[in-house]
């Protein structure tokens, strides 16, 4: 076994030192950056079910140790409070790293607002280097960039996902994305807050679809980039109607301004996951939405018992 940096910013990584599928020793070890938060949790819960050994390193700046607290008597699990900004070394077969806040006041995805729709992986973006949003955007392409540089320049062996839009139980409950601004407004009683005239898509994926894709291209022999994302699109209005639909049919709309460079729309191509890692989304918005919705109600309620 050798040392495993995990700081550095592969999306996925795995130190070349791989078996050949079939003949592989398991269980794997395997680290989870983010793995307290929302996509980092369930993807824990996936991997330990399997039977893996599990390390997840979080800094709790948006997980939360609720998300893993069914883990803590599990003897293959481990939790690890550091800043994956500062090295650790640590002895593993595998790293997701899922560490990033991804709340819009963190922003955005790899594609900006997009020319090509629906995205492939070979559509290069169109991102405004110096908007609000291009922070995250960039933080993103270079993050790829960085990937590649390791896998060209140091031997790593390396995986990239580009996740579009994901909801579901754990999700934050206020950190501004619209799936939940939506649920929790509903069962709030408040309105729903739509930006700008709503018009604007999205595709929502579910998140257990989206730790079968991570998976399987972890699993795979493709470097990627892969689109991960369910392609059933939706605009922001018709959102609001099947989360009406599934919580609260009286439910309100109230118009918000919508922020600068919103992209328009966004849709995943996800033919090339279709083909080469046969996967695809099971779950639909309206199988999906009242799972999470079953998750925001328990927690919403315990907020309102503590206050
Ligand atoms: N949005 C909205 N109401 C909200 C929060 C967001 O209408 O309460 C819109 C937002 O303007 C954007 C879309 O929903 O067009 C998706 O926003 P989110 O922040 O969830 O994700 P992202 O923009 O990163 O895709």
Redesign the pocket.
């Known amino acids: 076994n050798s040392g495993n940096q995990v700081s550095f910013p592969a999306t996925t990584g795995v130190k070349n030192r791989r078996v050949p599928t079939g003949i592989r020793k398991l269980p794997l070890r395997i680290v989870v950056t983010g793995g307290a938060g929302f996509v980092g949790s369930h993807l824990v819960d996936k991997l330990l079910a399997r039977g893996d050994n599990v390390i997840v390193i979080d800094n709790f700046f948006t997980g939360r140790k609720e998300n893993l607290v069914h883990h803590f008597r599990n003897p293959k699990f481990e939790l690890i409070r550091h800043d994956v900004v500062e090295p650790i070394l640590l002895e593993v077969d595998q790293i997701y790293h899922l560490a990033c806040p991804?709340?819009?006041v963190h922003?955005?995805?790899v594609y900006g607002d997009p020319l090509e729709h629906p995205q492939k992986e070979t559509y290069w973006g169109n991102v405004n280097p110096i908007g609000v949003?291009s922070c995250?955007d960039e933080g993103k392409r270079t993050a790829e960039t960085l990937t590649m540089d390791y896998h060209r320049g140091a031997d790593v062996e390396v995986r990239i996902a580009r996740i579009f839009?994901t909801y579901g139980p754990r999700m934050c409950i206020d950190d501004?994305?619209?799936?939940?601004?939506?649920v929790a407004?509903a069962l709030r009683k408040q309105p729903?807050?739509?930006?700008?005239d709503?018009k604007?898509t999205?595709s929502f994926q579910y998140v257990s679809d989206l730790v079968d894709g991570l998976i399987a291209l972890m699993e795979s022999d493709h470097v990627g980039p892969f689109n991960l994302g369910n392609p059933g699109e939706f605009t922001?209005l018709e959102?609001?109607e099947v989360v009406k639909d599934t919580i609260d049919s009286t439910a309100t709309i109230e118009f918000?301004p919508?922020?600068a460079d919103?992209?328009h729309k966004?849709k995943p191509d996800i033919t090339k996951a279709k083909e080469l890692l046969n996967w695809e989304p099971k779950v639909s918005l309206r199988e999906g939405l009242p799972r999470m919705v079953t998750d925001f109600q328990k927690r919403i309620l315990n907020e309102e018992m503590r206050l």
Not at 176 to 182: D, I, T
Not at 192 to 196: A, R, S
């Open positions: 991804a709340s819009p922003y955005n995805e949003r995250y839009n501004g994305r619209v799936v939940s601004n939506f407004q729903l807050t739509v930006y700008g709503g604007q999205r922001m959102l609001a918000k919508n922020t919103d992209p966004r």
